[in-house]
């Protein structure tokens, strides 16, 4: 018997606000645009999508959100919002409730501070209370302190497709036993320094030229072993490969994304005509563009499935894997009809937006460095 896990809730802070209403309301906007910058005005002009006006302390007790590093409570609220959607209390002991996060920049601007005491003022002018901010795994191990959440605690730093993996994880720990309950979370957050590091490599976008954006939010899905609600989409197969490639560049071939979505076909037991959404991974690079070519020529025959795009307007990071994840959960769930523009590479090739409630979906990533994962979703 095939494994699939539901999905029974999920939670967002995205570019286009607080929590899965606004993120539909953006979505069914062909207009839409997100807001890119940064608030203050000391820092360069770079393309970074970030949610308008977000500060934990409104949507989170002000004591907790003082002690909350900025990655950290983008995912605190993300989570909340996922939580406050299953009964009350969990139906899961807290202790066996787990969470994989991904994140592709968390603890940047902790770091930036710190360092900067040390370099400009000496060690013992170091703020002790950033220290715990500046690794990757904050965020995670915030979650779990706040929300009371004893399982297991794992942070992918997986570039832009951490947030796909933490999905196949999650179904692992389920599967073994490990946990009866997932949050399943991708966080990103908007620090200069690191956007300006990818600028100066020219791989985001300047006007007049094509290039990606940097997205920051968070997204929070939870997965579990006997879903307490009705699953808003099923987790039914997940794959993954790599290329052996440069950390700093996409490979040459698209053979490992083709792999991994073929393995996640495979272990779900659905053919490449069985899809009826292929949620796309493209940003805005046209390298990654010309990838996604090659992968669909040869996965779909004609007539192709729909297709969604959201990554080219609301940026790409771990946070937006994880997106795209959500993103084809509430379309399988009947609570979303996408109104954006695919990018032309696709529509020129027969792809359409859905124009009906599909019954499966197709998310892949590819990741500088080589790295491919895929799954398939099902409507419940």
């Not at 979303?336 to 027969?350: E, N, Q, T, V």
């Amino acid at each position: 018997m095939r494994e699939r896990w539901p999905i029974a809730a999920v939670g967002a802070v995205t570019p286009a606000g607080v929590g899965i209403p606004a993120l539909v309301e953006a979505l069914e906007d062909p207009q839409w645009q997100p807001r890119l910058g940064f608030d203050d005005d000391s820092s360069p002009p770079l393309p970074v999508a970030r949610p308008p006006g977000f500060a934990a302390k409104h949507h989170i007790p002000p004591l907790v959100a003082r002690r909350l590093d900025r990655a950290a409570g983008l995912l605190a609220v993300a989570a909340r919002e996922a939580l406050a959607s299953l009964p009350a209390p969990l139906p899961w002991p807290g202790e066996r409730v787990g969470v994989c996060a991904a994140t592709w920049n968390a603890g940047t601007q902790a770091l930036v501070e710190v360092l900067s005491a040390i370099f400009l003022a000496g060690p013992e002018e170091a703020p002790p209370a950033q220290f715990p901010s500046t690794v990757a795994n904050a965020p995670a191990s915030q979650l779990a302190i706040l929300e009371k959440l004893g399982g297991p605690n794992l942070t992918f730093f997986e570039k832009q497709v951490g947030g796909l993996r933490v999905l196949s994880q999650a179904a692992r720990l389920l599967s073994r036993r490990r946990a009866e309950a997932v949050l399943a979370c991708g966080v990103d957050e908007a620090q200069w320094l690191n956007a300006e590091s990818y600028d100066r490599l020219r791989v985001l976008r300047r006007p007049g030229a094509t290039g990606m954006i940097l997205a920051e939010g968070a997204a929070t899905l939870v997965l579990a072993a006997e879903p307490a609600p009705p699953p808003l989409a099923w987790l039914a197969g997940w794959g993954s490969a790599g290329s052996p490639t440069p950390t700093h560049t996409y490979p040459t071939t698209v053979s490992a994304l083709d792999a991994a979505c073929r393995q996640a076909l495979a272990t779900a037991g659905v053919a490449p005509r069985d899809v009826d959404v292929y949620v796309s991974l493209a940003n805005g690079l046209p390298a990654l563009d010309e990838l996604e070519i090659a992968l669909v020529e040869g996965l779909f025959a004609t007539p192709r499935p729909a297709a969604i795009s959201i990554t080219e307007r609301m940026g790409d990071g771990a946070f937006a894997s994880s997106l795209r994840a959500l993103v084809a959960t509430l379309l399988l769930a009947g609570q979303l009809r996408p109104r954006w523009s695919l990018p032309p590479h696709l529509a020129s090739r027969s792809f359409h937006l859905p124009t009906a409630r599909p019954a499966t979906a197709l998310v892949a990533g590819l990741a500088g460095g080589g790295s491919a994962v895929a799954l398939l979703l099902a409507a419940p």
